[in-house]
């Protein structure tokens, strides 16, 4: 199946911020963009591309950014019920981030 733009969506939906990270450095990376490169046209710092990329916290604008800049955007849709051990362990990776930054 695919959608209105011919890709065919992931079957695998992103839940962690690492998730999302891993995400865009996998299309930079397609584009053959460095960091530097990729920070410049987004007009951010390098540091914060890697900071996105590694799945840390970056502001939302910043993520729109990138997103804009890949060509890229977000669908959102119902995926179903998320098992409770899932959901632990999304959660308590966002709480390991936060603690690094206390």
Partial sequence: MT?????T???FP???TQDWGEAIRKERRARGWSQAEFARMCGR??????????????SLYTFRIALITL????RIETIGRVELERL???LRDDDDEDDLES
């Avoid at 710092?45 to 970056?58: A, F, M």
């Avoid at 060509?71 to 977000?74: E, Q, T």
């Fill in 14 to 16: 992103l839940f962690t």
């Fill in 45 to 58: 710092r390098r540091q914060t591309i890697i900071d996105l990329e590694k799945g840390r916290n970056v």
């Fill in 9 to 11: 969506p992931s079957p």
């Fill in 71 to 74: 060509g890229k955007g977000i």
């Fill in 88 to 90: 632990a362990e999304i």
């Fill in 3 to 7: 959608d209105r733009n011919g890709n």
